[in-house]
């Protein structure tokens, strides 16, 4: 059988300067020197998001010497949204250890670039920053009830030079507040 692929593989997917929790500002081609980026939106509030945080923090630290950069961003309004604020996020990535950028999309030009639907949602781009994977990180919130690990898959499929075995999941979560 056959590996699906996304249907939007041609897509040209973006973010500029987008301001992080380290207080530097970060563009895709921030990335440029990765293998892989991994661009994932979160939300400080979502009780999804916040169970999977150990999980994305421990692919990034099993993957980074593999050329894989795992990018955070928080396109939820703040105005509705007060624990989305950009105080409230430096405190969260301070208190949990991220070890990725967490950046900060206002205007939610990133998640509309995307396509991004809910929080977690997470997007893998091959080296020429193609769509290779997009969906859900795995397939339970509660890491003792995962039973697949999709982004691990994709990844691992694309480090082995071969196309993603499901290439699109449904992620689920909350629902980006717009």
Not at 4 to 13: D, F, I
Not at 45 to 68: L, S
Not at 110 to 117: E, H, I, P, Q, V
Request: aromatic share 8%; with cysteine.
């Amino acid at each position: 059988m056959m590996a699906s692929r996304p249907a939007q593989a041609e897509k040209a997917y973006s973010f500029e300067n987008l301001p992080s929790v380290d207080g530097r500002s970060y563009s895709l081609s921030s990335f440029d020197d990765k293998q892989i980026l991994v661009v994932i939106f979160s939300g400080n509030g979502c009780p999804t998001a916040k169970a999977t945080e150990p999980r994305i923090m421990e692919i990034q630290r099993g993957y980074a010497e593999k050329g894989v950069q795992i990018v955070l961003i928080n396109s939820n309004n703040s105005s509705i949204s007060p624990p989305d604020t950009f105080t409230e996020m430096v405190k969260r990535a301070g208190e949990k250890g991220y070890n990725f950028p967490y950046l900060k999309d206002e205007d939610r030009r990133a998640a509309r670039s995307f396509g991004a639907m809910n929080t977690p949602h997470a997007f893998v781009l091959d080296r020429e920053r193609r769509l290779r994977y997009k969906g859900r990180v795995d397939n339970a919130r509660e890491a003792s009830r995962v039973t697949v690990n999709d982004l691990r898959n994709a990844l691992d499929d694309l480090l082995a030079g071969g196309e993603v075995r499901n290439a699109e999941t449904d992620p689920f979560g909350c629902s980006i507040v717009w």
